[in-house]
């Protein structure tokens, strides 16, 4: 059965770090691009990163780079995404992608590029 599933989100405050992790299953791993997603309250879903099946590529979205960092272990079938100097419009559910055929120029644009998600997991920065 394909899962996967997010971890790691959580309450911080402003400046704080927070490391999320997802967990994939019943798919070959390896061979997907994997992407993360966020949406806020009365916004539009957001890519926010995303990360080449071998882990040599990665995007960032404008609004965490510097501050975000992806990466992935093809031998234990995660990714991680550890934010850093997190804001208040980093508030959101956060969701993680697997795509077989992602074109790298939509990683971020397109959700329709990824076949399977993950349930979210909320990220939320108050003071």
């Known amino acids: 059965q394909l899962q996967l599933v997010e971890s790691g989100g959580g309450l911080v405050q402003p400046g704080g770090s927070l490391r999320l992790s997802c967990a994939a299953s019943?798919?070959?791993?390896?061979?997907?691009?994997i992407g993360w997603f966020r949406q806020a309250p009365g916004k539009e879903r957001e890519g926010v990163s995303c990360?080449?099946?071998?882990?040599?590529?990665?995007k960032y979205a404008d609004s965490v780079k510097g501050r975000f960092t992806v990466s992935r272990d093809n031998a234990k079938n995660t990714v991680s995404l550890q934010m850093n100097s997190l804001k208040p419009e980093d508030t959101a559910v956060y969701y993680c992608?697997?795509?077989?055929?992602?074109?790298?120029?939509?990683?971020?644009?397109?959700?329709?590029?990824?076949?399977?998600w993950g349930q979210g997991t909320q990220v939320t920065v108050s003071s």
């Open positions: 992608v697997a795509g077989r055929s992602v074109v790298a120029y939509y990683c971020l644009r397109r959700m329709r590029e990824y076949n399977y």
């Open positions: 990360i080449s099946s071998s882990g040599n590529n990665t």
């Open positions: 019943g798919f070959t791993f390896d061979h997907y691009t």
